[in-house]
């Protein structure tokens, strides 16, 4: 067998097998895919076993993961003892080694495949987190130990890889700050192997290639992030860039000291299956037009008379609750049963004028107890076209909280400045 020159940053990476996880993310021009490549063949080379590489689609494999392990049986040396076989595609080793290749796009396929040890999810983040957890199932060997390797460019935050092996936010569960494995380059974290790599670490890569990275920085910074730095983030434009997180006892305190000044509204979007039911309590500030999200209601499968028992609340204070126009039953079953709610106007075009008045806020303060708008419309991003043109009434997700809040602000404009400044002379006695 050829000897094999790495990559010094990889040199650790391919001997450690201690961990059953090993994620791998880095940049454009890394070489974690070959580093991987590399490790499974010299694996399977020394131990007998049947390795399962996958892909969210099953086409993809050719011209990149069975085309990259074969270039490496070539230039190892081993064209005639490894046999990469094309109908189906496969790689048979001579001690009875083998791995095979399957792709998400076909899950029955997978049912027939027994006695894997070791998976490799190559551009994991494709692949759905229902899929990952199917392949841990699949990755069972009555005596070998157990391994997962993972590799991926960095994506968005908002993506399974990142909340199952970094932090989930809206959960509240933290695993690893990304931000530590920028810094320390490789960590070892209970069963997981930590490894992150950019371009630098690639000493074959010409110098003309990491230049091209390096200008994305002034056309494309989010692909600069993660094509250059490797690093997670948010992908796209936000569309409420000046949201930001207040404490809960703060925002009280502040909405208390201030009420006279304030207006306050609260809305309502409805849903049961995969949709939700969510109600927030809104003050502004029209003055300052600054917008204060100081509590939530969001649940789903909930019926109309349970969601009823939960909002009680409603019935006693008997505020205006403006709601989806879309649902005039669930209206009328709410005002009926003694909720002040009425319908938000609806017109064509509504999402684009009510995300616009959203937009025009300074400042738009969450309380932290709503952790549910937090995770919405904190990293809440438009879609684009195919043109790569921003939708501006379009987003990354379907965020409930925020059509509560169009409908919340249903009746509010510019003028209520002027109401406020009526309410405030009367108060003070200035004229």
Not at 118 to 135: D, M, N, R, T
Not at 136 to 144: A, D, I, S, V
Not at 292 to 313: C, H, V
Request: with cysteine.
């Amino acid at each position: 067998m050829s000897v094999k020159i790495v990559n010094p940053h990889f040199k650790n990476f391919l001997n450690d097998w201690s961990t059953k996880f090993q994620f791998l993310v880095g940049g454009y021009g890394s070489s974690k895919s070959y580093h991987v490549a590399l490790k499974l063949i010299l694996k399977l080379l020394k131990e007998k076993r049947t390795a399962l590489v996958v892909r969210e689609v099953y086409d993809t494999h050719r011209d990149s993961t069975f085309s990259l392990l074969e270039e490496i049986v070539i230039d190892l040396g081993l064209e005639n003892k490894v046999r990469c076989m094309v109908s189906p595609m496969q790689i048979r080793f001579p001690n009875g080694s083998k791995i095979i290749f399957k792709g998400m796009d076909k899950p029955a396929k997978l049912k027939s495949i027994n006695n894997i040890s070791i998976i490799w999810l190559e551009e994991c983040s494709e692949i759905k987190y229902a899929g990952f957890k199917e392949l841990l199932g699949r990755l069972r060997h009555p005596t070998l130990k157990l391994h997962m390797i993972l590799s991926t460019n960095p994506v968005s935050t908002d993506n399974w890889t990142f909340k199952h092996f970094f932090k989930d936010d809206l959960n509240k569960r933290l695993v690893l700050d990304d931000e530590d494995l920028y810094k320390q380059r490789t960590i070892v974290l209970g069963d997981t192997y930590y490894h992150h790599s950019t371009a630098d670490d690639n000493k074959f890569l010409p110098v003309s290639y990491i230049e091209q990275l390096d200008e994305m920085k002034d056309y494309d910074p989010d692909l600069h992030r993660v094509a250059r730095k490797g690093r997670f983030g948010v992908n796209g434009v936000k569309v409420l860039p000046q949201f930001e997180v207040m404490e809960h006892e703060e925002m009280t305190e502040f909405i208390n000291s201030k009420k006279p000044f304030l207006l306050f509204r609260a809305g309502m979007d409805f849903g049961f299956e995969e949709s939700y039911n969510a109600l927030v309590r809104l003050a502004i500030d029209p003055q300052r037009q600054h917008l204060y999200i100081y509590y939530e209601y969001y649940k789903n499968k909930m019926t109309d008379d349970a969601t009823l028992k939960e909002l009680a609340e409603f019935k006693e204070s008997k505020e205006l609750v403006r709601a989806d126009s879309a649902e005039p039953k669930t209206i009328e079953y709410f005002k009926k049963n003694g909720i002040n709610m009425k319908p938000a106007k609806k017109f064509q075009g509504s999402r684009l004028q009510y995300t616009k008045k959203v937009k025009r806020f300074r400042k738009i303060f969450c309380s932290s107890a709503c952790a549910n708008t937090i995770y919405e419309l904190k990293d809440l991003t438009y879609k684009k076209n195919k043109l790569d043109e921003i939708i501006p009434d379009e987003f990354n997700i379907d965020p409930h909280t925020f059509s509560a809040i169009w409908y919340a602000l249903d009746d509010y404009e510019l003028t209520d400045t002027k109401n406020l400044l009526d309410r405030y002379k009367k108060l003070t006695g200035r004229g």
